[in-house]
Nanobody
Framework: QVQLAESGGGLVQPGSSLRLSCVSS????????MGWYRQAPGKERELVAA???????YVADSVKGRFTLSGDEAKNTMYLQMNNLKPEDTAIYFC????????????WGQGTQVTVSS
C-alpha cells in the first residue's frame, strides 16, 4: 500500500513563505501524476498544482506566480513552495498521486494545516 506523508505546514503571517513536502513510500516515477490539493473550512477541495507525467503541469490561477511545484525523484519527494502567502491560502493541504492514466488520484496523504494570519 502506497503511503504519502506531508509535512511543512504551520501558522505564518501574510507575505511569508512555506515549503510543503510530500514523501512517498513508492518511487514517484511510478505515478502518472502527482499534485497538491487544499480544502478550506466550509469549501470544497480544490486542485492547487499538479504535474502529470510527460505533460504540461497545472497551477491554479489563484496561486499562479506564488506557488511552485517541484520534485526530487531520488528522495521520492514532491514539494510545494508557497511564497507571498495570503489569508485566503489558509487550508488543509493534501498531497495526492494517481497511478492510472486519467481520473482522480487514488493515493492521498493525511494533510497538513497551513494558516495565514496576522
Amino acid at each position: 500500500q502506497v503511503q504519502l506523508a506531508e509535512s511543512g505546514g504551520g501558522l505564518v503571517q501574510p507575505g511569508s513563505s512555506l515549503r510543503l513536502s510530500c514523501v512517498s513510500s513508492a518511487p514517484v516515477n511510478t505515478f502518472n501524476a502527482m499534485g497538491w490539493y487544499r480544502q478550506a473550512p466550509g469549501k470544497e477541495r480544490e486542485l492547487v498544482a499538479a504535474q502529470p507525467r510527460n505533460r504540461v503541469g497545472y497551477v491554479a490561477d489563484s496561486v499562479k506566480g506564488r506557488f511552485t511545484l517541484s520534485g526530487d525523484e531520488a528522495k521520492n519527494t514532491m514539494y510545494l513552495q508557497m511564497n507571498n502567502l495570503k489569508p485566503e491560502d489558509t487550508a488543509i493541504y493534501f498531497c495526492a498521486a494517481r497511478s492510472s492514466l486519467s481520473g482522480d488520484p487514488n493515493y492521498w496523504g493525511q494533510g497538513t494545516q497551513v494558516t495565514v494570519s496576522s
